[in-house]
């Protein structure tokens, strides 16, 4: 539990996530081990709020490795690839406000976050919602122990839409850029002719 607290106070001051005095639906969090061994990377199991919403499509475009074995390069070609992964880019594409209260985490109490170092001012800002502030900054001790709860501000791993989110979001940028679609290497698309630069998106 603890730790559960230190690392909601992280992720309130990174921005990750806000605190709400209720939520219309959400999920545990947990943490699991990354192949290094040493690290770990944080896990919302928003199964059931993915379960209640429409289905999302399947993301367009996504990197296979399979779409590389289209390319033909001549003898006197190079072939030069850039890797950036993915992964990097959940956690930092903000959610819209609207959503924020249907990714509730486990509720939390000031008085468990005033124990691992925050105070009550800063516990105040990173209330979200309606709130009559005056009641919220009051030392009298009863706000030292309701109940809030933690939800995500950003398009979290745990959530069936955020794939698509993503991919539909860098797709956005890229086009923007001058790279359109038809410098997309997919398994599911006909392989770039004559272009110098592709790309391929996937997490």
Not at 86 to 111: H, I, K, N
Not at 118 to 131: F, K, P, S, T, V
Request: aromatic content about 8%.
């Amino acid at each position: 539990r603890e730790e559960y607290i230190k690392h909601t106070a992280n992720s309130l001051r990174c921005g990750k996530v806000g605190l709400h005095f209720s939520v219309l639906g959400g999920g545990a969090v947990f943490h699991a081990g990354k192949s290094d061994g040493v690290h770990q990377r944080e896990v919302w199991h928003g199964s059931r709020v993915s379960e209640a919403c429409t289905r999302p499509p399947c993301p367009r475009l996504l990197a296979s490795p399979s779409a590389f074995v289209a390319l033909e390069l001549r003898g006197d070609q190079r072939l030069r690839v850039s890797k950036r992964d993915g992964r990097c880019f959940f956690d930092q594409l903000r959610l819209p406000a609207e959503l924020e209260q249907y990714m509730g985490r486990p509720s939390v109490t000031p008085r468990e976050l005033v124990n691992v170092g925050m105070d009550l001012d800063e516990i105040a800002r990173h209330l979200r919602g309606r709130y009559d502030r005056e009641e919220i900054v009051i030392s009298d001790g009863a706000f030292l122990d309701i109940d809030l709860w933690p939800c995500s501000r950003v398009w979290g791993m745990g959530f069936a839409w955020s794939s698509f989110v993503s991919q539909e979001t860098l797709l956005g940028m890229l086009a923007r850029a001058g790279l359109d679609n038809s410098r997309a290497l997919a398994q599911n698309v006909p392989a770039p002719t004559d272009a110098p630069v592709f790309f391929q998106l996937g997490d």
